[in-house]
Every structure is written in C-alpha cells, then in structure tokens.
C-alpha cells in the first residue's frame, strides 16, 4: 500500500507540470498537507502591474535576535506562466523550517520578454530588502533561489550585477543563491514555448548565467535531478557549479537520483520528501550562510 501511495504522489507532483488547472489543483494539495507553522501575508504589492504580487510566509514564534534568515524564491514556467499560490507549499515548507519566504509573481511571456521578468524580480527583492525588518528578518541573511526558470531568474539577478544595481539594491546584500533544476546555459534554444521569450534565433547578448560565474563571492547551493530530461544537468548544473569553485566560490553541489526535474520541488511538500532531501540541504546551506 505504501507503494502504491508513493506512485500516487509521485504522480501528483508531475500535475504540477502538464497544465495550468492541473498545477493549481496539486499546489494546493501539496500546500494542505504541508504544515503552515507560519504566518501568511498573502498579496503584497511590489509594484503597479497584477503580476507585481508576493506572498510572504513568516516562521512562527519569536525571531532569533539577528532575525530570521530571508528567502525570495522564483518558481518556473518556461517564462510563459506560472502563480505564487501554487507554490505555498515551498512557502510553508521553508518557514517551518524557521526562513522567512517570499515567494513573488513576474511578469511572463506574451506580457513581456526577457530581460522584464528579470527586472520585476529584482523589483521584488528590492521591495523585500526595504520590509523585511518589519516581519523579523535579517537584511544580513537574505537569499535568493528558485527552480527551474525560477533558477534562472535568481542565478541572473545574483550573478549579473546589472539586475540589482538598477533596482537600487547595493552590491554585496545577496547572503547567497540557491538553484534547483536550473538552465543556466541553454543556448540555442529547441523549447519552441521559450524561443519567443530570447527573440529567437537573434538572441540579446549576455542572457546567460554562466557567463557571470566569476562574478559572484557568495555562497552558491546548486541541486538538480541527475536523470532531468528537461534541463541537463550536466550542462546546466556541473557546468556552473564547476565555473563557480574555478573563480573560489563556496558551491554545494546536489544530485538527487530519485527526483525528477518537477518532483525536485515537488520534495519540499511533506508527503513527498522521501523522493528527496531538497529541503533538508536547502535549510543545512541557509544556516550556514
């Protein structure tokens, strides 16, 4: 039985994926067995655009004397959708483990092209570094991370220093990245849903991450599946973790065998987190960033 309840959830956690509605219905599945020890400040306003929304999920109880360490966490979508709401369970997941998440909304395609999206999430971090105090974080603490094209965005705006520069954000106010299942060299494209997105085939120059690795002395934590079929590992995640310690950055590197590039995160819910120790290894990074 136990089997066949794991094929089940497994099966779940791929929803996420495969459709809009599919990924609405699962979030909130994954979100209701997730424990919420959290206080959620749902839709916050970063901007003046919809999509320019956070979700932010404070740890219950009463801060460390520091404040509590700050996550801003992307999701992925290929750039072409994606809502916060479906992720609660990431944002429940991190402050049970005593971070205080953020988990914002960006703009996406055919609204905008890169690099907007890359701006509204500096926006967002922005926002986040002038509240935090007010929520019990640490302004000396604050991460940012994703998954997948959520990976994307945090790599860029921790790696390429233009990003948030432009949004007011002083250098060196990033305690560290964290990246799952992110494609942080992809070029030239095949996705035929994210060739738009980069103006294919005339793609802007210095769109990718790993031309950025020697940029960044922070903390790096890099996690994949080691049989993605979606984004290559190898490429994506060894390449840039490799670029990274070439330059002297502190990288923890993860491959996970049982995962899969969406159950990847999918492990942060509690009923999924024997398909990985996603959250575990995010949280060890945190504490010691």
């Not at 919809?50 to 932010?56: A, C, K, S, T």
């Not at 999701?75 to 005593?98: E, H, K």
């Not at 106010?173 to 070029?187: E, H, M, Q, R, S």
Request: net charge positive; aromatic share 12%; proline share 10%.
């Amino acid at each position: 039985m136990a089997a066949v309840r794991r094929r089940g959830l497994l099966a779940g956690a791929a929803a996420l994926a495969t459709a809009p509605l599919a990924a609405c219905s699962w979030g909130g599945a994954l979100a209701a067995v997730t424990p919420a020890d959290a206080r959620e400040l749902p839709d916050q306003p970063f901007g003046e655009d919809p999509r320019h929304r956070l979700d932010v999920y404070v740890p219950a109880g009463t801060p460390p004397a520091a404040g509590w360490p700050v996550v801003v966490f992307f999701y992925g979508g290929s750039w072409n959708g994606g809502s916060r709401g479906t992720y609660r369970f990431v944002g429940r997941a991190l402050a049970s483990r005593g971070m205080l998440a953020v988990i914002p909304d960006y703009r996406v395609y055919p609204q905008v092209r890169y690099p907007e999206f890359l701006r509204d999430g500096a926006r967002a971090l922005a926002w986040t570094r002038r509240q935090l105090g007010g929520w019990g974080g640490d302004p000396a603490r604050l991460f940012v991370a994703g998954h997948s094209a959520g990976a994307y965005n945090a790599a860029m705006l921790a790696l390429d220093p233009r990003w948030l520069a432009e949004a007011g954000v002083p250098p060196g106010a990033l305690a560290g990245f964290c990246g799952l299942a992110g494609p942080y060299d992809f070029l030239p494209i095949e996705n035929p849903d994210v060739k738009p997105v980069f103006f294919h085939p005339d793609y802007p120059k210095g769109s990718q991450p790993i031309q950025y690795a020697r940029g960044f002395d922070r903390p790096v934590f890099l996690g994949a599946a080691s049989s993605d079929s979606l984004v290559d590992p190898k490429r994506n995640t060894a390449q840039l973790a490799g670029l990274l310690r070439e330059a002297g950055t502190q990288v923890v590197e993860r491959l996970y065998p049982r995962a899969n590039h969406i159950t990847l995160v999918g492990a942060f819910a509690g009923p999924l987190r024997w398909i990985a120790p996603v959250l575990d290894d995010v949280t060890a990074f945190v504490a010691g960033g």
